[in-house]
């Protein structure tokens, strides 16, 4: 399904609101839709760093594991792109910082937790596109993110060992070793 939003498209996958529902209603006492809200602002942090910038975003896109903003194939110094992906991690962070000083620490550490998450160095996220915007054809950041990916997975396992009932680090780990090992 294709939307309309501020003359961009965005397109919404099926998966992605099977998930989201799946999530909602399996989890309700859980903090899954601040957690869509805290990465819908993510987002835009993006979207105004993007502005700021002069990039523009072509659609944003919806899919079964996450937001992504498909942008123009405009190539920006270095120092910019790293500001539009560090742009969504600092939205987490001002919002860790709100919700701490207001009381609310289940949802600080929601938006510390995808702060930190997004700064990880595996190039399909943000801390990824930092390293790529100033080492662009660097096999180095591939070697980076593939063994940042392993060793989340090692420590996926080591938790769903232990806890034997929380496998939320090993199946986030295993979605990002996949990707960063088909990413070329």
Do not use: Q
């Not at 090692?154 to 979605?175: D, R």
């Amino acid at each position: 399904m294709i939307l309309r939003l501020f003359k961009m498209a965005v397109e919404i996958d099926f998966w992605f609101v099977a998930v989201i529902t799946l999530m909602l209603v399996l989890f309700p006492e859980s903090h899954a839709a601040a957690c869509f809200v805290m990465c819908i602002l993510h987002e835009a942090g993006h979207l105004t760093a993007m502005l700021f910038t002069g990039k523009k975003a072509e659609k944003i896109r919806l899919g079964y594991f996450g937001m992504k903003i498909v942008t123009e194939k405009k190539f920006l110094p270095p120092y910019k792109e790293a500001f539009i992906a560090f742009a969504g991690p600092v939205v987490n962070l001002i919002l860790f910082v709100i919700f701490y000083f207001w009381g609310k620490t289940d949802f600080a550490t929601i938006s510390l937790g995808l702060a930190v998450f997004n700064l990880l160095p595996v190039t399909m996220l943000d801390g990824g596109h930092i390293l790529t915007a100033f080492f662009p054809d660097s096999t180095a950041v591939r070697k980076i993110g593939i063994a940042c990916a392993v060793l989340l997975t090692v420590l996926g396992v080591a938790v769903a060992v232990y806890s034997k009932e929380n496998f939320t680090i090993l199946i986030v780990s295993l979605y990002l070793l996949i990707g960063v090992i088909c990413d070329k």
